[in-house]
């Protein structure tokens, strides 16, 4: 059950970073003029280095008090609804023994009987996974819940250092998909900390 629990919690950060990233790859589009045509802008403003910045966004999320709030909320989740998971485990597991130890005493009717209550109570530990931990289930409804006023001042902010700095374009460095190289004077990640309010003494992440 340990390893079956790693797992999960290993499915589940990934599934939040990945919802990280995938929020600040769509957040840069509306930051360059006339964002429709992205591909023959992209490739006129990466010639232009004076207007192309970029910021890593995990060390942003990892530095704002709300995101830590947010991942407890989380993990108390998936904490209670492992715990509940545990038991029907448990259970599904008890009955299995039973029927191993006791099989060949079950006439054919009890046999049935007993395989129909395994694969009820399989289908009710499978029908939890669904909906508390599949794709569209209450730990990754409550997730987007908490994280998109998170992600709208994010967003915000890399608005606001991008229209100061004059830059059209800001690419995300922890996305690591196209970013070979930049010039750190070029990386606004800082600057996003300091407009979010985040104490400059946090800020040391170079």
Known sequence: ????????????????HLMILGLFLLITIPLIP???????????????????????TEIV??????????????DQL?????????????ELQLLK?????????????????????IDQKQAIVDGFLETK?????????????LMQPLQRTIHDAIK???????????????QQIGL???EPEFDITQLVLIELGIEEEQNRVF
């Open 78 to 90: 998936e904490s209670n609804w492992a715990s509940e998971l545990t038991v029907l485990e448990e």
């Open 34 to 56: 006339g964002h429709a045509s992205f591909e023959a802008n992209g490739q006129r403003l990466l010639g232009q280095r004076s207007n192309v910045g970029f910021i890593d």
């Open 133 to 145: 931990f599949g794709p569209d289930g209450e730990y990754f409804t409550r997730q987007r819940e």
């Open 97 to 117: 023994e039973e029927y191993d130890a006791r099989e060949i005493l079950y006439t054919d009717e009890v046999k049935a009987q007993k395989l129909a209550e």
């Open 160 to 174: 606001i250092i991008a229209e100061e700095e004059g830059y059209n374009l800001v690419l995300d460095r922890a």
């Open 1 to 16: 059950m340990n390893g079956y629990k790693a797992n999960l919690r290993a499915v589940l950060a990934s599934r939040l």
């Open 180 to 182: 070979i190289y930049a």
């Open 61 to 74: 999320m990892s530095r704002m008090p709300e995101f830590q709030g947010i991942q407890q909320q989380l």
